[in-house]
C-alpha cells in the first residue's frame, strides 16, 4: 500500500501563504481521486479539497477562492497552496488517497495562522 508523508505545514501571520506537499511512496498516477482533510482542536475532521486524475476539483466553501489543490504525477506528488490564511485555517492537514474507505493517510501536518 502506498506511503504518504506530508510536510510544509508552519506556523504563518494572517493573510499569509502556506505550500503543503504530499508525497507518495509509489505511483499516483492511477489513483482517480486524492485530497486534504484537516482538523482543528476539537472539531471534526473536514474535507477540504479533492482532486481527481483528469484534474477536475472540489472544494470546502469556506476555502474557496484561496486555496489550490493540485497534483504532479510524474513527481508522485500532491500539493495545497493555501493563500490569505485565516486563524479558522488552523489544523492538522492530512493528504488521502482513494475514495473513503479505501486507499492512504498520510501522517498530518500543522498549519498554525496566528500573529
Known amino acids: 500500500q502506498v506511503q504518504l508523508v506530508e510536510s510544509g505545514g508552519g506556523l504563518v501571520q494572517p493573510g499569509g501563504s502556506l505550500r503543503l506537499s504530499c508525497a507518495a511512496s509509489?505511483?499516483?498516477?492511477?489513483?482517480?481521486?486524492m485530497g486534504w482533510y484537516r482538523q482543528a482542536l476539537g472539531k471534526q475532521r473536514e474535507l477540504v479539497a479533492t482532486?481527481?486524475?483528469?484534474?477536475?476539483?472540489n472544494y470546502l466553501d469556506s476555502v474557496k477562492g484561496r486555496f489550490t489543490i493540485s497534483r504532479d504525477n510524474a513527481k508522485n506528488t500532491m500539493y495545497l497552496q493555501m493563500n490569505s490564511l485565516k486563524p479558522e485555517d488552523t489544523a492538522v492537514y492530512y493528504c488521502k488517497t482513494g475514495p473513503l474507505g479505501f486507499g492512504s493517510w498520510g501522517q498530518g501536518t500543522q498549519v498554525t495562522v496566528s500573529s
Open positions: 482532486i481527481t486524475s483528469g484534474g477536475s476539483t
Open positions: 509509489g505511483s499516483i498516477f492511477s489513483i482517480k481521486i
